[in-house]
């Protein structure tokens, strides 16, 4: 018989508050389903519920939801026909910790029950030999890829489009999300699992851009929602978009730290490119590019964060100092989106 104590009920909320699994769940949103979210959330409520109904001693939220990670690792391993194993997702978060020449893990692995790779290594190099994998990933950028077992690399190649490969994307240092069948499992940051959530919520971006840009029509407004969300998803090393009406002139302001173009509207396919150059992207709230590489400027101020990185206190800095309304969306390496803003003086 199940004994729900106090001190279990509360270790149990601190399980689901460390997952991020809210009320709200089974909505979808921005692009992440029920059917996406609920794989990772099904698999810690079994293991809370097995972890509530036994006697043993309590032990870490962290672990509860690490061993939901290796559930859904595991589970997607086996329904490939291949082995699985805790390692494999230990090795994983050890890959993604690693720094090669001070730069943070970037790239992707895809798992394959058999890997046909472009570029084949004549030893395959094993998932716990993290330093020789990790240096790998060096070349696994845009559609190449690192192709192996679930016990080792073969070589680098393509992944197969019919989605019936595992996808394991490092997106920075200490994170790491998994793919299945075209579906987002989970993302893992600093070794602990949480279910997958879109980098960037629709309705609080929306919600600032009005608070910003007072005239915003609800079409002009989902279009640049569409327009940032791809920056979001398809950055490779963070980014910055300064959004104002006065981007014409701030673009020749910028001159000599900035590319200037001659105006376009930007689709999402161009935002996926021109968001790759290091720096600010410049563009109109009707979704006009004016600039691209941008340094931004702006007087120090008691706003900026120490623990943030010189994209993020750029960006507060130039709001900070700004006399046009404008909103700067700060993307980091990691996949994190804060919305920085100035509304009209």
């Not at 840009?213 to 569409?226: A, G, I, N, Q, V």
């Given at each position: 018989m199940?004994?729900?104590?106090?001190?279990?009920?509360?270790?149990?909320?601190?399980?689901?508050?460390?997952a991020h699994i809210t009320s709200d769940l089974g909505q979808n949103a921005a692009g992440i389903t029920p059917e996406q979210t609920g794989i990772f959330a099904e698999k810690l409520t079994d293991r809370l519920a097995q972890h509530l109904t036994t006697s043993q001693a309590l032990g870490h939220p962290d672990e509860i939801c690490r061993s939901a990670g290796y559930d859904v690792l595991g589970e997607a391993l086996r329904d490939m026909g291949l082995t699985s194993s805790a390692n494999l997702f230990v090795d994983l978060c050890i890959i993604a910790s690693q720094l090669y020449e001070e730069e943070a893990s970037l790239g992707s692995l895809t798992i394959l029950a058999e890997a046909s790779p472009v570029i084949s290594l004549h030893d395959p190099i094993p998932y716990d030999d993290v330093r020789g994998v990790r240096k790998l990933l060096e070349i696994a950028h845009g559609d190449l890829h690192l192709l192996g077992s679930s016990t080792e690399v073969a070589g680098l190649g393509y992944p197969p489009g019919d989605h019936t490969a595992l996808t394991v994307e490092f997106l920075g240092h200490g994170v790491w999300q998994l793919r299945h069948r075209g579906n987002l499992l989970m993302r893992v940051s600093g070794g602990l699992p949480q279910y997958p959530h879109p980098p960037l919520e629709e309705q609080s971006f929306k919600k600032v851009a009005r608070y910003v840009?007072?005239?915003?029509?609800?079409?002009?407004?989902?279009?640049?929602?569409?327009l940032i969300n791809t920056a979001a998803l398809t950055h490779e090393r963070g980014t910055n978009i300064l959004i104002t009406p006065d981007a014409a002139h701030e673009v020749v302001r910028l001159a000599a730290q900035c590319t200037l173009v001659e105006p376009f509207a930007v689709t999402e396919q161009l935002m996926s490119g021109i968001i790759q150059v290091d720096g600010t992207v410049i563009i109109s709230p009707d979704g006009v590019c004016y600039g691209i590489g941008a340094i931004l400027d702006g007087l120090v101020t008691d706003e900026g964060n120490p623990t943030r990185g010189g994209r993020y206190n750029s960006a507060v800095m130039y709001c900070a100092n700004s006399s046009a309304p404008c909103l700067i969306v700060v993307i980091s390496q990691d996949g994190m989106v804060d919305l920085i803003s100035s509304p009209a003086s």
């Open positions: 199940a004994v729900f104590t106090k001190q279990k009920r509360a270790f149990a909320s601190r399980v689901l508050s460390l840009f007072t005239d915003l029509d609800p079409h002009t407004l989902s279009r640049l929602f569409s």
